[in-house]
C-alpha cells in the first residue's frame, strides 16, 4: 500500500509542465502536461490543428531535436479517438510522447508525412485498422488488409461482414 | 507395354524425387526455420533440395512456410498457379495447416492453405523443427516415387486451385462450389460459448 502511494505522489509532481511543453507553452501552442510515464517520458497533449506545426517545431528546435518518429498508435474510446506519437531525441537520449483526441464520428487530422517520412507507412496502418483519415497524407491506403477490405476491424464496433470472412463459416 | 511404362515411372520419379526445388516463400516466421534447414548445420542438399528457386516457373514444391492473410491469398495463388506441373505443395506450420493460434477470432488469416491450394504434405508444429521439415520432405518423395505416368489425368483434377478466380480486378477469392473445403477441429465442431468463457477465468477445467 506504501509502495502505491508513494508511486501515486511521484507521478502527481510529474503533472507540473516539462521542459518540452514549457518550450511548446512558450511558443504560444496549447500544449497541457499529462503524468509522465513510468519511465518519466514526458507526455504532452496536443491540439490536433497543432499537431504538424508542434511536431516541426520539436524536431527543428536546437534544445529538443526530436529527429525520429518511431511509432503512432490509434485508441478508441468510447467518446473520442486518441493518436498517440512517440518521438525521440538522439542528440539529448530523450523520448517525448504527444497525445491528441479528435472527434469520434468524424476522425480526421493533419498527416505527419512531410514532416517525418515514416510517418507515412505507420498512418496507412493507423488508417487500415481504425479508419482514421489523414489529411494531406500522399497515399492513403490500406498497407495490412486488401484494398476492397470492408470496414476497420479494430473499432470497437466493428462487424465482420466482408465476403472473404466466409472462410472462417464453421 | 506395362512393364515398359514401370521402368521409365522409376527413373522419372527417381530422378525428379531427389532434385526437389523449392520455392523461396516465406511468409512468417516458419522462414526462419526454412532457412535454417537449408544452412550448414541441418543441410537440405543431402535430399536434393538445396535449390531455392526464386521464380515459380523453375520450381517444383511450394512450401508455404507461415501465416496466409487475405492480403496475401492471391499472390499465393497466382504463383502456385505460375508453377509448371507437377507440382507440390508442403504446409508448414500450424498457421499453414489450419491457421494455427489465429482459428478462432482472426479477422485478416485465411485458415488453413488448403482452403487455397491443394496441399500433398501437412507439416505441423509451430514452428517445426528444421528435422520435421527434412522428414516432411522425405515424405514427399515416398509420395513421388509411387506416383506413374499412366495417372496423370487424374494428378492433374486433384490439383486444380480450391478458389474461385475474381473475373474483374477485385482481390476477393472465395471458395470454389465445387470443389469441398474440410473443416476440422474447433472449425468442424464448434465451441461452447459458456465452458470457453469458464475456462478464461480460471473456474473451469
Redesign the interface.
Known amino acids: 500500500m506504501s509502495e502505491l502511494e508513494q508511486n501515486k505522489t511521484t507521478n502527481d509532481a510529474g503533472t507540473t509542465p516539462g521542459i518540452f511543453c514549457s518550450l511548446l507553452i512558450d511558443k504560444g501552442y496549447k500544449a497541457s502536461p499529462l503524468k509522465n510515464s513510468k519511465d518519466g517520458t514526458e507526455i504532452i497533449q496536443v491540439q490536433p490543428e497543432n499537431l504538424v506545426d508542434v511536431a516541426t517545431l520539436l524536431k527543428m528546435h536546437k534544445e529538443a531535436q526530436f529527429i525520429l518518429l518511431y511509432s503512432i498508435t490509434g485508441v478508441d474510446y468510447p467518446d473520442k479517438f486518441e493518436l498517440i506519437y512517440h518521438l525521440q531525441s538522439v542528440k539529448l537520449n530523450k523520448k517525448l510522447i504527444l497525445k491528441s483526441h479528435i472527434d469520434k464520428n468524424n476522425p480526421e487530422i493533419d498527416s505527419l508525412a512531410q514532416v517525418f517520412a515514416t510517418a507515412n507507412w505507420h498512418e496507412r496502418e493507423t488508417y487500415d485498422l481504425l479508419g482514421i483519415k489523414f489529411n494531406n497524407h500522399p497515399d492513403l491506403s490500406r498497407i495490412?488488409?486488401?484494398?476492397?477490405?470492408k470496414g476497420h476491424?479494430l473499432r470497437k464496433d466493428?462487424v465482420?461482414d466482408?465476403?472473404?470472412?466466409?472462410?472462417?463459416e464453421? | 507395354m506395362k512393364i515398359i511404362i514401370t521402368a521409365i515411372d522409376f527413373v522419372y520419379n527417381w530422378g525428379r524425387s531427389n532434385s526437389i526445388w523449392p520455392l523461396t516463400f516465406a511468409t512468417s516466421c516458419c522462414g526462419i526455420e526454412m532457412i535454417s534447414t537449408s544452412a550448414a548445420k541441418f543441410d537440405i542438399a543431402r535430399f536434393g533440395s538445396e535449390v531455392f528457386r526464386a521464380t515459380p516457373r523453375q520450381a517444383d514444391l511450394m512450401i508455404t512456410a507461415g501465416t496466409v492473410t487475405h492480403r496475401m491469398a492471391p499472390a499465393l495463388v497466382k504463383l502456385y498457379e505460375q508453377m509448371p506441373e507437377p507440382k507440390y505443395v508442403l504446409a508448414m506450420g500450424a498457421c499453414a495447416v489450419t491457421g494455427g493460434m489465429y482459428e478462432n477470432d482472426s479477422y485478416s488469416v485465411v485458415r488453413g492453405v488448403d482452403r487455397l491450394v491443394p496441399v500433398d504434405v501437412y507439416l505441423p508444429g509451430c514452428p517445426p523443427r528444421p528435422e520435421a521439415l527434412l522428414d516432411a520432405i522425405i515424405q514427399l518423395q515416398k509420395k513421388m516415387r509411387i506416383e506413374t505416368i499412366l495417372e496423370r489425368k487424374k494428378y492433374i483434377e486433384s490439383h486444380k486451385i480450391r478458389v474461385k478466380l475474381p473475373e474483374d480486378d477485385s482481390e476477393i477469392l472465395l471458395p470454389h462450389d465445387e470443389l469441398e473445403v474440410y473443416h476440422w477441429g474447433v472449425q468442424a465442431d464448434g465451441y461452447n460459448l459458456n465452458e470457453l468463457e469458464l475456462t478464461r477465468s480460471g473456474i473451469g477445467r
Open positions: 495490412l488488409l486488401p484494398n476492397d477490405w476491424p466493428y465482420m466482408d465476403e472473404r470472412l466466409v472462410w472462417n464453421r
